[in-house]
């Protein structure tokens, strides 16, 4: 009788020696019918099937390294196997997935299994499946297909059972869309939240895929080439831009699906909007600076139009820019800084009225006197006077 050590070191090398001849099985390493029927069997494998396909098994948890993902894959495996009483057989295939080869007619249970794993693993698989086989020995076009069918999770989203007789053809993409990139990034800039930057994101995948999907190495070549456009165009009209996170392309490409894509670049805008908001405010108060030491400097003949030409602005766009930022309009300012140097001339100089009045920008005595009581609540008289008491 053998002892329970060597039973289990004998299970060990049948399962491995049964992962090696299946791995070689769907890489088209061709043998006989006689062969490899003899060779199922001595493997202790099921040699005959209806219709034979196979399913490809991949889980969407992430993790910290080969070792770690290995044992996991194995633990799938093992658990896959007894759930299984029809014949049908698991192991790992080289690319780290646990493939199932089962007979077409026992197609349902890949939904049993699905659901199984999810509770097992506490989250969701991917599952890739291939076209039947009419003969064992071409199951290889069946794997081929499975692995095809995976990739199109990039379109469906995680945790789907996704049959290659599904898919359609990807669409080609002629040439890079740049006056798509320039739409987007004017909704960018017109955009007053984060709301508005995902529609607008949304909108360009959408117009891009309003074809049919295309091949998945597009898609992550245009991202990139999408997210170096908006960058650029953003650092032209910005002087002086903050430190901010660049986008980072290996990120990007491995990311599994476009939505993943799709937050990403979401995030990203989201990001590069708050730093650009952050820098055009900081400007603004820069412009409004420059412009209040202007009125200051040259209140006797400061002007909408004189100061603007000084910071470099349109009148109208200033003017708009002072009462957003000051809550004042640029004339109410100009009086307040008028009517204060006024104020200091009354009390520290000897000029008469009409002489204070022109040196702060008032040609007409009378309408400066009418300015000053309003602002003051006395003439410039009685206020120099109070000033002398």
């Not at 299946?22 to 029927?37: A, F, W």
């Not at 469906?156 to 053809?169: A, M, P, V």
């Not at 990001?271 to 420059?290: A, C, P, T, Y």
Request: glycine residues 4%; negative net charge.
């Amino acid at each position: 009788m053998l002892k329970e050590g060597l039973l289990f070191e004998e299970d060990i090398i049948l399962t491995w020696m049964r992962d090696r001849f299946l791995r070689n099985l769907v890489s088209d390493e061709r043998c006989t019918k006689s062969d490899l029927i003899d060779s199922l069997s001595r493997l202790k494998l099921n040699p005959y099937y209806t219709f034979p396909a196979l399913a490809l098994i991949e889980p969407t948890a992430h993790f910290e390294d080969e070792h770690e993902k290995t044992i996991f894959l194995e633990q799938m495996r093992d658990f896959l196997h007894k759930q299984l009483s029809d014949g049908s057989v698991v192991f790992l295939d080289e690319e780290g997935r646990a493939a199932l080869l089962f007979s077409w007619v026992s197609k349902d249970l890949l939904v049993t299994l699905q659901h199984k794993l999810n509770e097992q693993l506490n989250g969701p698989v991917n599952i890739g499946v291939g076209k039947p086989c009419s003969q064992l020995y071409d199951i290889y076009h069946s794997y081929r297909q499975a692995a095809k069918a995976l990739q199109y999770k990039f379109y469906r989203g995680t945790g789907q059972i996704i049959h290659y007789s599904e898919l359609g053809r990807y669409e080609s993409l002629q040439q890079y869309p740049a006056d798509k990139e320039k739409e987007l990034f004017n909704a960018f800039k017109a955009a007053e939240s984060s709301a508005e930057i995902e529609e607008s994101v949304n909108v360009f995948f959408e117009w891009l895929l309003q074809k049919g999907p295309i091949d998945t190495q597009s898609v992550y070549d245009l991202t990139v080439r999408l997210l170096v456009g908006m960058e650029k165009k953003a650092l032209v009209e910005t002087e002086n831009i903050s430190p901010y996170e660049h986008f980072d392309v290996m990120t990007i490409v491995k990311l599994e699906t476009l939505e993943e894509i799709k937050d990403y670049v979401i995030r990203f805008l989201i990001g590069l909007k708050e730093v650009l908001s952050h820098n055009q405010k900081e400007s603004h108060r820069s412009i409004i600076k420059k412009t209040i030491h202007h009125m200051e400097q040259e209140c006797q003949y400061a002007s909408l139009q004189s100061v603007a030409r000084k910071v470099y602005m349109t009148p109208t766009y200033l003017s708009l820019l002072f009462k957003m930022n000051t809550g004042k309009t640029f004339i109410e300012h100009l009086t307040d800084i008028r009517i204060n140097k006024a104020k200091d001339m009354l009390k520290r100089t000897h000029f008469k009225n009409y002489e204070v009045a022109e040196k702060v920008g008032y040609q007409d005595p009378r309408y400066f006197s009418q300015i000053f009581k309003k602002k003051v609540g006395l003439s410039p008289s009685e206020y120099r006077e109070s000033i002398g008491k």
